[in-house]
């Protein structure tokens, strides 16, 4: 139950300005005005006003000769307390609080926006750089995919190249030479050494009843450099057959031009 | 012998020149409340020349504090009895172990009453012996007995009321 402090210590107040009071009661008085009870601080100042005019209320004397000359010598030399500053702080203002607390917030938007920002910037080099893993990812899979079709068209060719009844033809000239065999409907070719010149190098396919039919142009530089190149056979063709690469000056071949390789393909 | 209290609002202003180092205004407080102190003084020392030191000691501090006092601190004349009263209680202090502390007169300042309200308030206190041997002596708590500390309690009281009234 709580206790009414004013009226539980008021007894105890004449015993306080006395000096009489028991330890921890002095203590609860001390710490009750401390509280800031005014109507127990009038009462307490009240009772302390009436103890020290005990003595006004008794015989008094004048004081001995020279007393007061004497004390205003003595004790005038003694120095004084210094006044102290007091610290006063000066009434809220409203205005001003709600400026600083502005001021606050727009500090902490701008701080919680440039965290964002880097935030944002570590996300986008994550995301940049899972991009560029699946680019290298895709790259890899497309250098995968195409080595297994080169090894596949290189399996398709060894097995073609070894097989004895396919028609196969090897033209030589100099530092040139051609290759080619025949697999049903298309002709493969491999050519080397060509020597560059003016005009298409043309490849034809001549049967042994028949004119020459112009089966494609061999780039000059690949057949310089060496390559491959695939040409669709004529409707029909069956070896034996000449095989014929010629130069030719202008487009609209009819006939085989300056003759480069000629060999017979069986 | 009669001898005027002084005013609060006079000591008040000697006090407030006495925080500028003004000795003219020590003088006249001296003068004006050094009777009372040194009175005070005498029924608690029993000894001229202590009680003269010890009005010394009180007007000191006074000294000493001017720049800090403040009405906060209660009326002047009650605030320098307080003083003084401090200093009279820690020399009986002091005292207390000594075998013999040879007053050199017995007699405290004679004469009537005084003409103020504080000695008409007191006329009227029927057990005023106990307030006034409580400002000038130090009723320990163990020391005295309940029957007195409530005689004191009583008398404090009625003297507060009569002075109020």
Not at chain 1, 78 to 103: A, K, M, S
Request: hydrophobic letters at 45%; charged letters at 25%.
């Amino acid at each position: 139950m709580e206790v009414d402090r004013c009226e539980d210590l008021r007894p105890h107040f004449p015993r306080f300005v006395v000096g009489l009071a028991e330890a921890h009661i002095m203590r609860r008085i001390e710490l009750h005005r401390g509280e800031g009870c005014s109507r127990c601080a009038a009462a307490i100042d009240r009772l302390e006003h009436a103890f020290h005019a005990v003595p006004l209320a008794l015989p008094v004397e004048p004081l001995p000769e020279g007393s007061i000359d004497f004390i205003v010598g003595s004790v005038g030399r003694t120095p004084q307390e210094h006044v102290e500053v007091p610290i006063l702080f000066p009434d809220p203002d409203p205005v001003r609080l709600w400026r600083l607390l502005c001021l606050l917030s727009a500090v902490a938007l701008f701080c919680a926006a440039l965290w964002g920002r880097g935030v944002q910037s570590d996300v986008a080099d994550v995301e940049r750089a899972a991009a560029a893993d699946r680019a290298q990812i895709r790259r890899v899979l497309d250098d995968y995919r195409a080595q297994r079709g080169e090894l596949e068209a290189l399996q398709g060719l060894t097995r073609t190249v070894t097989n004895p009844a396919l028609p196969l033809g090897d033209l030589r000239a100099g530092d040139a030479r051609l290759r080619a065999w025949a697999d049903g409907e298309a002709l493969m070719t491999t050519v080397v050494g060509v020597p560059a010149g003016d005009g298409a190098l043309v490849l034809w396919w001549a049967a042994d009843d028949g004119a020459p039919v112009a089966l494609g142009e061999l780039e000059g530089p690949m057949a310089q450099r060496g390559g491959a190149k695939q040409f669709p056979l004529p409707a029909g063709a069956t070896a034996p057959a000449v095989l014929i690469l010629s130069r030719e000056a202008a487009p609209g071949w009819t006939a085989p031009g300056e003759l480069v390789l000629t060999g017979p393909i069986r | 012998m009669s001898l005027p209290l002084p005013e609060n609002d006079a000591l008040r202003a000697l006090i407030a020149r006495m925080a500028t180092g003004d000795r003219d205004a020590l003088a006249e407080f001296v003068s004006a409340v050094g009777p009372w102190v040194h009175a005070a003084h005498r029924r608690i020392t029993k000894n001229q020349v202590s009680s003269a030191s010890l009005l010394e000691q009180t007007i000191e501090e006074v000294w000493r504090q001017a720049p800090l006092y403040d009405r906060y601190l209660g009326e002047p004349l009650g605030w320098v009895m307080f003083l003084a009263r401090h200093a009279g209680l820690t020399w009986s202090e002091s005292r207390r172990g000594l075998k013999n502390p040879a007053p050199d007169d017995a007699s405290a300042p004679g004469g009537g009453p005084p003409e103020t309200a504080a000695a008409r308030a007191l006329a009227t206190v029927d057990d005023a012996e106990i307030l006034v041997r409580g400002w000038h002596e130090i009723l320990a708590g163990g020391a005295q007995g309940e029957g007195d500390r409530e005689r004191l309690d009583h008398a404090l009281l009625a003297f507060a009321d009569a002075l109020d009234a």
